[in-house]
């Protein structure tokens, strides 16, 4: 079936660094992603999202990249700070559910 | 804003009791989510509401679990009886219409022992 998966289960990065997290998804039928932040012992927290007409897409310290040709999202953190750490879900939605990927943790270290 | 409010934020019962999750949404957003995450699966859809109505209840695991949404700012997820194996985290969103983002409660913490 479709799916939605993460390259890496887990990031460590030093403090002042870029991040970069990846996601493959299967569905050529999305047209919404979104990526979300979840922090220990609460929700997911929505970050940034980029509709299929796009390719790039920028936040405050964060990009979303899209390539629709080999089904990749990434999303990219500029100067990463402590708290910055936390797991990291991308989601694609192709009509009202969102399918989430496994996650990837994010760990800052000074 | 009040995002997404969920309670208890922890609850830890005895196998075979009822339990009740409980969900306000943000105001003006109209649909809803529950979710369910553990370790093993990750984040599962359980059931959609759009305007109140469910849509999609085809990730309630079993008839034990029953949710409802009797208006536009409150929802509820019951499960009776409970087992252990319900144990996870509950997760309740809602969202505007179309493509928009979903907005996640702090969800509750449910151990059943």
């Known amino acids: 079936g479709e799916s939605v998966g993460l390259h890496l289960p887990t990031l460590s990065v030093q403090e002042g660094d870029n991040s970069i997290i990846n996601c493959a998804y299967s569905?050529?039928?999305?047209?919404?992603f979104i990526w979300y932040k979840q922090e220990s012992g609460k929700g997911p927290q929505f970050i940034i999202d980029?509709?299929?007409?796009?390719d790039k897409r920028q936040g405050q310290r964060v990009t979303v990249l899209l390539n629709k040709t080999v089904k990749h999202l990434s999303l990219q953190i500029a100067a990463t700070q402590p708290g910055d750490s936390a797991v990291y879900f991308c989601?694609?939605?192709?009509?009202?559910?969102?399918?989430f990927g496994k996650g990837t943790s994010l760990l800052v270290t000074p | 804003d009040a995002g997404v409010i969920q309670s208890p934020r922890h609850e830890v019962t005895e196998m075979g009791q009822e339990v009740t999750l409980r969900c306000k949404p943000i105001?003006?957003?109209?649909?809803l989510f529950w979710y369910r995450q553990t370790m093993m699966r990750g984040l599962e859809l359980l059931i959609y509401f759009n305007n109140n109505v469910p849509i999609d209840d085809s990730g309630m695991p079993e008839d034990r679990f029953s949710a409802k949404m009797p208006n536009a700012s409150f929802s509820t997820l019951k499960i009776q009886p409970s087992e252990p194996r319900d144990s996870a985290v509950y997760f309740c969103?809602?969202?505007?219409?179309?493509?928009?983002?979903?907005?996640f409660g702090d969800g509750t913490r449910l151990s059943i022992l």
């Open positions: 989601a694609e939605n192709s009509g009202y559910a969102l399918n």
């Open positions: 969103a809602s969202g505007g219409q179309g493509n928009q983002p979903q907005h």
């Open positions: 569905n050529s039928a999305s047209d919404y």
């Open positions: 105001s003006g957003h109209n649909s």
């Open positions: 980029i509709r299929s007409n796009m």
